[in-house]
């Protein structure tokens, strides 16, 4: 069975610093990765997706990286500002079915 | 241009009670999921829809039911609800199965007393 861990479970930080988030998960038989962004009393936001063929996809000032074999992807922040607050949950997934992590609660502060 | 819209957004159900949770999405998605989340535990895959009229158990399916009579709606059942129903629940969909597209709704919090 999939078991999806993310570090850290929170993250308080001020504006303009980079930052890693780390995702690992169990079984490497996965189809993808994706990334999603929840804010508090709303519904998950797709970020990125990462196919299992691929090593990273980058969107903006976001990066992410998917090593597949270890189990392992990150999530890069660039120059973090006060509106990325919020929940960040991996997702390895089989085809359309994803297993997510409890995710990082990130705060930036201005 | 509204996407994934869920009903109600929320609901207090006594022991015993039953209810319906709408989800409808208007970019004609293929695939509809019902997920629910809980502190500390991530969201689970309940149950899932791969088109019109298909249904399929996802990870946590006791004590849900589910129906996709038609293409933009899914439906979730709770035929006699328990306390440890109350969470959080998130209908998604997705165009196809690889995975691009995937639109989530923002929630129904269900509390069961």
């Known amino acids: 069975k999939q078991e999806v861990t993310q570090i850290p479970a929170a993250l308080s930080v001020p504006e303009g610093e980079n930052l890693v988030l780390n995702c690992s998960f169990t079984?490497?038989?996965?189809?993808?990765l994706q990334w999603f962004r929840q804010d508090p009393g709303k519904g998950l936001t797709s970020l990125l997706l990462i196919q299992s063929s691929q090593r990273e996809q980058t969107s903006g000032r976001l990066n992410a990286s998917l090593d597949k074999s270890s189990g392992r992807s990150t999530l890069y922040i660039a120059a973090s500002q006060p509106g990325d607050s919020a929940t960040y949950l991996c997702?390895?997934?089989?085809?359309?079915?994803?297993?997510f992590g409890t995710g990082t609660r990130l705060k930036v502060l201005a | 241009n509204a996407g994934v819209t869920q009903t109600p957004k929320f609901r207090v159900l006594k022991t015993g009670q039953s209810m319906t949770l709408l989800c409808a999405q208007d970019?004609?998605?293929?695939?509809m999921y019902w997920y629910r989340q809980d502190p500390g535990m991530g969201l689970r895959l309940i149950h899932y829809s791969v088109g019109e009229g298909t249904t399929a158990k996802g990870e946590v399916p006791d004590g849900y039911n589910v129906s996709r009579l038609k293409k933009q709606n899914f439906l979730l059942g709770l035929e006699s609800a328990a306390p440890s129903q109350t969470s959080v629940y998130f209908c998604a969909s997705s165009p196809d199965d690889r995975g691009y597209g995937y639109t989530f709704g923002s929630g129904t919090r269900l509390t069961v007393v």
């Open positions: 997702a390895p997934g089989g085809t359309y079915k994803y297993i």
């Open positions: 079984d490497s038989a996965i189809y993808n």
């Open positions: 970019m004609n998605h293929e695939y």
